[in-house]
């Protein structure tokens, strides 16, 4: 199973980016989705998560101005940034627990990473 995040970038303050995590591979269901973050010096921290039921979780910091997704026939997760700020600079990683085909169990996978840099 791999994970593959793309959209990242830089934008100015109070834009927009849209970044999308699609897993692919020997996948029988994915469970929950989620999106993490880190800044240079910091550890990675959740910014936001949907379960496989749609539910959603939100860091204090991004709420109202995130927005998580996902599509289960691609099996693809979205987060939607409006009004970004400098402070949501970090690499943005994803997240799947995922149970493989023939398998039993649900294993973490994490993608590689998509730069975010957000310039005042």
């Known amino acids: 199973v791999q994970l593959q995040a793309s959209g990242g970038g830089l934008v100015q303050a109070g834009g927009a980016l849209r970044l999308s995590c699609a897993a692919s591979?020997?996948?029988?269901?994915?469970?929950?989705m989620g999106w993490y973050r880190q800044a240079p010096g910091k550890q990675r921290e959740l910014v936001a998560a949907?379960?496989?039921?749609?539910?959603?979780a939100y860091a204090d910091s991004v709420k109202g101005r995130f927005t998580i997704s996902r599509d289960m026939a691609k099996n693809t997760a979205y987060l939607q940034m409006n009004s970004l700020k400098p402070e949501d600079t970090a690499v943005y990683y994803c997240n799947a627990a995922v149970i493989g085909r023939g398998y039993n169990k649900e294993y973490d996978y994490w993608g590689l990473g998509t730069q975010v840099t957000v310039s005042s």
């Open positions: 591979g020997s996948i029988f269901r994915i469970n929950d």
């Open positions: 949907i379960t496989s039921g749609s539910n959603t």
